[in-house]
C-alpha cells in the first residue's frame, strides 16, 4: 500500500522557522506531483505549493510566496517545506499529497495520495 508520512511540525514563535518532511513508501515520487496542503479549525483546506517529481518545476500559492520553499531528494524519495517567517494566520495541520502526472495542478494533487498530517502552530 501505497504511504506518505509527514514530519517536522511542532510550536514555533512568529518569526520563526520550521522544516517539514513527506516521506514516500512503497512509490517513487519521481513521476508524481508532491503538493503541501494546510487546513486551519473552522477554515478551508488551502494548497500551498507543489512539486514536481520529474523536474522540480513548483508552485506557491501568494500567502506563502517568498517565505515557503518546497524541494525534494529523489534519492530519499522526500519532499521538504522549509517554512520561514511564520505568522500566526499559518497554524494548522500542514498535509502531504501525491498524483500523477510528474506536473500537475494543485487541485488534480489533492484527488491522490494523501498523508496523515502534522501539526504547525505559531503563537508567542
Known amino acids: 500500500q501505497v504511504q506518505l508520512v509527514e514530519s517536522g511540525g511542532g510550536l514555533v514563535q512568529p518569526g520563526g522557522s520550521l522544516r517539514l518532511s513527506c516521506a514516500a513508501s512503497r512509490f517513487t515520487l519521481d513521476y508524481y506531483t508532491i503538493g503541501w496542503f494546510r487546513q486551519a479549525p473552522g477554515k478551508e483546506r488551502e494548497g500551498v505549493s507543489c512539486?514536481?517529481?520529474?523536474?522540480?518545476?513548483?508552485y506557491y500559492a501568494d500567502s506563502v510566496k517568498g517565505r515557503f520553499t518546497i524541494s525534494m531528494d529523489n534519492a530519499k524519495n522526500t519532499v521538504f517545506l522549509q517554512m520561514n517567517s511564520l505568522k500566526p494566520e499559518d497554524t494548522a495541520v500542514y498535509y502531504c499529497?501525491?498524483?500523477?502526472?510528474?506536473?500537475?495542478?494543485?487541485?488534480?494533487?489533492?484527488?491522490?495520495?494523501w498523508g496523515q498530517g502534522t501539526q504547525v502552530t505559531v503563537s508567542s
Open positions: 512539486i514536481s517529481g520529474d523536474d522540480g518545476r513548483t
Open positions: 499529497a501525491a498524483n500523477i502526472p510528474p506536473w500537475a495542478t494543485i487541485e488534480v494533487v489533492a484527488k491522490g495520495v
